[in-house]
């Protein structure tokens, strides 16, 4: 049971993993192409070394040539001169030349191999890389039309349309209130007041027939 449990929660961990690395695949991706970057650096580093260790020794062999064929002209005239004890010296200078030679020979051989496979891994690193960025690109144009199929652009638009028409509806019947309140007014006080000003009875209530009608009510009750 205990065995199972721990399969379960790595499945779980598992799928976890997956989630994130689906949901953030963009960014891995660019992680992973900056450090793909630094590495095409590193090779690019590594390669102008080599190439500037063969021009050493490729000037190191120059100058081993250029000692030896010295020596040896000076040792045939040492030998015209009868002086063999300096010829033997100057012959014994040139076996170790001669070694020295050897060597940086073998080592530009090998600088040669060297900086050919580097050049090699570096086009194809190169190559790999441009296809890299190209397929960024492409990936995120394809990241942005997915997450558009899962936006229906034309609900929030919808939405706004429906909030309109409701908010031009209210004003509408607000306008229209308005109206029919200022015309029940203007009909109720001043149709009175144009039919007493036209001699069509009186105006309105008066004050001083008010107080008439008042006294004869008291005079009738007096």
Not at 12 to 17: C, K, R, T
Not at 28 to 46: E, K, M, N, S
Not at 64 to 69: E, K
């Amino acid at each position: 049971m205990f065995k199972q449990i721990i399969t379960l929660c790595r499945g779980q961990a598992y799928e976890a993993v997956e989630v994130v690395a689906q949901r953030h695949a963009l960014t891995i991706l660019d992680q992973q192409i900056r450090d793909a970057g630094a590495g095409i650096a590193q090779v690019r580093r590594a390669l102008a070394l080599a190439m500037a260790e063969d021009s050493q020794e490729a000037a190191r062999l120059e100058a081993l040539a250029a000692r030896i064929a010295g020596l040896e002209e000076r040792a045939v005239a040492a030998l015209r001169g009868g002086r063999e004890d300096l010829a033997a010296d100057a012959a014994q200078a040139i076996a170790e030349l001669e070694t020295d030679r050897q060597s940086a020979a073998k080592a530009r051989a090998m600088f040669g191999v060297e900086i050919g496979r580097l050049k090699g891994r570096l086009k194809e690193a190169e190559r790999r890389f441009a296809a890299l960025h190209r397929g960024r690109r492409l990936a995120r144009v394809g990241e942005a039309v997915r997450r558009s199929r899962n936006f229906d652009g034309t609900l929030g638009v919808n939405d706004a349309e429906a909030t309109l028409a409701s908010l031009r509806e209210r004003q509408e019947l607000e306008a229209a209130a308005d109206e029919a309140m200022e015309s029940v007014t203007s009909v109720s006080v001043t149709i009175e007041e144009r039919l007493g000003a036209a001699g069509f009875g009186d105006s309105g209530p008066q004050a001083d027939k008010i107080l008439a009608r008042l006294k004869e009510l008291a005079s009738g009750q007096g």
